[in-house]
């Protein structure tokens, strides 16, 4: 082969193998990523299918994830978390092991997973965790999450639609609960082994039709829906629970379903979606319906002796909804454009927020918004998106929480928390305050609020406000009182108001605001009084209508003021009362107002009332008599001396009833009532207790702990009943607990132990560990770590109870000596009684592993003189260290890179010989010989499994005559030799040195 030609070969060749390192620098690679905070949306997948993200340690990003074209996030042994949405497309993973992964939340309800076209979560052995906020998962479209050996820190909320599937297994909620579930659309579920209450809520749309009985406070052994629930048709999806924990399997209803509940305790929610349209009135919670059909017009509900705990609404898809009289735990209006309507509405917030996503509007006039919230979800008043908010004369308790572009009008309503206002969202605030009275000829201040907050990132701010008034006689025109004010007012005097112009009457004033762009405006409206100053004043007239109305224990009355107010403002008003007409006497006095609770009765008594009006002058005359006879009402009692314990003289740790014996006055039928039991003021448990004859006893169960401790008892904590009296449900009783011996967690060198005690470095060790436990009352979860070389590798929840308590671990090895160490409960969730025994270490020395090599080298030919078409013997010795044993291995012979033939030999330790046959032909030759060519040996070096020889062939004739060299190399040839080197850049480098180097001195001898 022409010298000069090879080297211009090998040339090109390192040329281009360089080029494609220039320009594909991460070919073959996978990102991984330790201690990292990155910014921005992070997307896998979109510069190439099955793109790969490893984290390992701590990687926490701000910002939306993307997962699309079969893309995977792999967490192992570190921690990921998100300021975010997650989003994964297209068979894209998740999968996290050993590690901690979720939320950066900051607020509740912020964040979700949402999977779609054959998506997967996978979560083993590993923390759920967003800063202990709720958030939501979202699988669609035959998406897969499951949970194995997981601990859910914080509340998620799952949508299992679109033949989606989910598993949770051998898990842990550390509060007392795990996660909700919602079913619907052909999703599959699996539930076992979890430690910790569940929510499973099932979805019933048009056409289906059941009769069963929920789920709710139960511990369930196994339990399939619907396969084992009778009288169930059009439902496709089911799911199974076995040895789990169930508060709720509430009916969700939509449009066209017939639901039928039998024989529970069950909340109900109530689902417009596609363009619904549903008006809704008089639901209220926790009332017992022995056969009731709920007044809903596109849906059949009946509730068949059951307690109805809790309403809730979830609103999507451009529905419309009128709720009014009614009393709702949760309320959602979602995704998109939903449109309530609400009035003389509460919102509890027992059992879940209230939301407004998506571009949904809700507007609330004369509601409450409460948060009474049991189980540490702490319910919001939340607006996100582009959601929309607005409250006219409205109260809210609750957290307010605005995010994104929401928008909240708060007009003539009060928030009692300061609403959080994120992104770009913006809070309106309109209001009139005061007086409801003035007088004319005068200046009257008119008190309230106006001003716009925003987020940082909104570009809204308050433009102006102008206040106005209308009067007799044409109350629909409106005059502006003062100018139009461009400062912000916040709880002060937004205008002076001249009235002396004015005659004596009642006015209307508005207040209108608007923003600096003048996108927007809003009005709130207040009446007022108007009274005459330039007149004889007098004491006023009898107040009008009187009216006594029984209401529970107590008598409401109400009035109209006095014709003539002596013209002078009404100051207040004095309450008469008495057993007959002749012996009325004052009862109360109170302020400008036209209604009175008396609640000093007694049932079954017979009142006489009569009221009198009093302005600066003096007191008028009484009203007519009004005459009301009280009802007996039943009374329930609960004294000190009604409570008792099943030890009056308990050890610390010692599992003890406490019982109530409760009075009834006046019973007449049984009573569903709810009782509380609290320690030292904190709530512990609640329970249903049916009321029945003269005393019913409940039952508590507690696990003492050492000292003095108050022990109350609440009856009726609802007010489901209406009593006598309200004062005499609660009772407290003081019990005092001796201390006793603290358990203690133990573990001793000794008690670990390996399954090798002589591996060598990439072998997988078990790890066994023995727990012992002393003083134990009741079993307990605990975390143990796994530490090398004080490093955590893994680690583990495991239940502990008074006997030993083995745990284990894998662990693959490294080379060199380690301690390995057991940690049991590293985050002191138990109090010992001594903390300096939850560690133990043993060595453990691990050796170099030496790794097989195998090598060809001598490539021989058996002859140097040839004939045409001869068939000649080519061999080359293959040798092997650090085999264990003998291996089969595949040998290829090639001829000018061609292959020419294959054998299948066994090699051992040692030199082992190879031969293959060549049918001579003339001209020069390249052989090459390569051994194990499926890499079935792992080697330490993988270079020296190639042995290369160059010839020159010569046929024998008469009269041997050197031949001349006459090299050429068509272009055809160099074109297919560049696209098969392309592949192979370093291959063909290794070719041209080995063939530079033996060339010159081969070549001769066999000319």
Not at 944 to 957: E, F, R
């Amino acid at each position: 082969m022409n010298e000069s030609f090879r080297i211009k070969r090998i040339l090109l060749l390192a040329t281009v193998g360089m080029l494609l390192l220039i320009l594909f620098p991460d070919l073959g690679f996978i990102q991984e990523h330790s201690n990292v905070v990155s910014a921005n949306d992070l997307i896998i997948g979109d510069d190439s299918p099955n793109e790969k993200l490893l984290i390992e340690n701590t990687y926490h990003h701000y910002g939306n994830v993307y997962l699309t074209n079969q893309g995977e996030i792999e967490v192992k042994n570190g921690e990921f978390r998100v300021y975010g949405n997650i989003w994964a497309f297209h068979e894209s993973k998740i999968i996290v092991n050993s590690s901690t992964f979720g939320f950066l939340s900051v607020t509740k309800w912020q964040f979700s997973i949402n999977l779609f076209n054959t998506s997967e979560l996978r979560v083993e052995n590993s923390n759920i965790y967003s800063n202990l906020f709720p958030n939501l998962i979202n699988p669609n479209n035959d998406s897969k999450i499951s949970f194995i050996n997981v601990t859910f820190t914080d509340w998620f909320s799952c949508k299992m639609a679109d033949n989606s599937s989910v598993e949770v297994k051998d898990s842990y909620g550390p509060k007392g609960w795990a996660s909700e579930f919602f079913f619907m659309d052909s999703a599959q579920g699996n539930f076992s082994n979890i430690d910790g209450i569940i929510n499973v809520f099932t979805v019933f749309h048009d056409g289906s039709v059941i009769d069963y009985s929920p789920l709710w406070n139960e511990y369930v052994f196994h339990f399939e829906f619907p396969a084992d629930v009778p009288f169930a048709s059009g439902i496709d999806y089911s799911f199974i629970i076995d040895d789990c924990y169930i508060y709720g399997n509430s009916p969700l209803l939509e449009k066209g379903c017939d639901v039928t509940v039998r024989n529970c305790i069950t909340s109900v929610i109530i689902r417009p979606i596609n363009d619904d349209s549903l008006n809704i009135s008089g639901l209220v919670a926790n009332t017992y319906q022995s056969d009731w059909n709920a007044p809903l017009s596109d849906r059949q509900f009946r509730a068949v002796n059951s307690i109805l705990r809790n309403w809730h609404l979830h609103m999507f898809d451009y529905s419309s909804v009128n709720l009014v009289n009614s009393i709702f735990s949760e309320i959602l209006s979602i995704y998109w454009n939903c449109s309530l309507y609400m009035r003389n509405t509460i919102y509890k917030g027992d059992a879940g927020p209230f939301w407004v996503f998506g571009e949904s509007t809700v507007f609330a006039r004369e509601c409450v918004f409460f948060a009474q919230d049991p189980w540490g979800l702490n319910p919001v008043v939340y607006v996100k998106d582009l959601g929309t908010l607005a409250l006219y004369n409205c109260y809210v308790y609750t957290d307010f929480t605005m995010e994104d572009y929401a928008t909240v009008y708060l007009l003539n309503s009060e928030t009692f928390r300061e609403p959080m206002l994120l992104d770009a969202s913006e809070l309106w605030v309109a209001k009139i305050n005061s007086p409801p009275t003035g007088l004319s000829n005068d200046s009257v201040p008119i008190s309230g609020s106006a001003y716009i907050d925003t987020a940082p990132a909104s570009n809204i701010s308050f433009g102006s406000y102008q206040l106005s008034y209308a009067g007799p006689p044409d109350y629909d025109v409106y005059t502006p009182i003062g100018p139009e004010r461009t400062e912000p007012v916040k709880d002060g005097i937004l205008e002076s108001w001249n009235t002396s112009t004015l005659t004596p009457a009642i006015y209307y004033l508005r207040l209108d605001m608007k923003d600096i762009n003048l996108t927007d405006n809003v009005s709130v409206y207040w009446v007022i009084n108007i009274q005459r100053s330039d007149v004889l004043h007098y004491p006023p007239s009898e107040p009008q209508a009187l009216l006594a109305i029984e209401n529970n224990n107590n008598v409401e009355l109400n009035w109209n003021p006095p014709l003539d107010n002596g013209n002078a403002s009404i100051t207040g008003y004095t309450i008469y009362r008495g057993l007959s007409m002749g012996s009325l006497s004052p009862v109360a006095e109170v302020g400008n107002q036209t209604q009175f609770i008396d609640g000093n009765v007694t049932p079954g008594t017979t009142y006489f009332y009569r009221i009198s009006a009093t302005n600066k002058m003096g007191e008028g005359p009484l009203s007519e008599l009004e005459i009301i006879s009280m009802n007996p009402l039943m009374d329930l009692i609960l004294t000190t001396s009604d409570i008792s314990f099943s030890s009056s003289t308990p050890m610390e740790g010692q599992m003890i009833t406490i019982y109530g014996d409760i009075k009834a006055q006046n019973l007449t039928q049984s009573e569903l009532v709810w009782v509380k039991m609290e320690i030292d003021g904190v709530s512990v448990d609640v329970k249903p207790v049916t009321i029945s004859g003269s005393s019913t006893q409940v039952q508590f169960n507690w696990t003492a702990e050492e000292g003095n401790h108050d022990i109350s008892l609440d009856v009726d904590i609802v007010n489901s009943v209406d009593e006598s009296h309200e004062d005499n449900n609660v009772a407290t009783k003081q019990i005092s607990v001796s201390e006793s011996s603290k358990p203690d967690l133990v573990i001793e060198s000794n008690s670990i132990e390996f399954s090798n005690n002589a591996p060598l470095e990439y072998d997988v060790v078990m790890i066994n560990a023995t727990i012992f436990a002393y003083n134990l009352s009741e079993d307990l979860f605990v975390v143990v770590d796994l530490l090398v070389d004080d490093e955590q590798k893994a680690y583990i929840t495991r239940k502990i109870s008074s006997t030993d308590t083995l745990v284990q671990f894998n662990w693959t090895t490294q080379k060199g000596d380690h301690d390995i160490t057991i940690a049991v409960d590293s985050i002191n969730s138990i109090t010992e009684s001594n903390e300096g025994n939850n560690r133990a270490t043993r060595k453990l020395t691990v050796l170099q592993k030496s790794e097989p090599d195998l090598s060809i080298s001598g490539m021989y030919i058996v002859q140097s003189v040839f004939n045409e078409s001869e068939v000649i013997d080519i061999g080359a010795t293959i040798t092997a260290v650090n085999l264990t044993g003998e291996i089969q291995l595949t040998v290829e012979f090639y001829v000018d890179d061609v292959l020419e033939s294959e054998k299948s030999i066994t090699v051992a330790n040692g030199a082992n010989d190879i031969q293959f046959k060549w049918t001579v032909s003339e001209g020069g030759h390249n052989f090459k010989i390569k051994i194990d060519t499926t890499n079935i040996v792992v080697e330490s070096d993988e270079s020296n499994n190639i042995a290369l020889k160059d010839i020159y062939v010569s046929i024998q004739t008469e009269k041997p005559k050197e031949k001349e060299e006459d090299w050429s190399f068509p272009w055809a040839i160099l074109i297919v030799g560049l696209l098969f080197l392309v592949l192979a850049p370093f291959i063909g480098l290794i070719m041209g040195t080995r063939g530079r180097r033996k060339n010159s001195q081969k070549k001769e001898s066999y000319k």
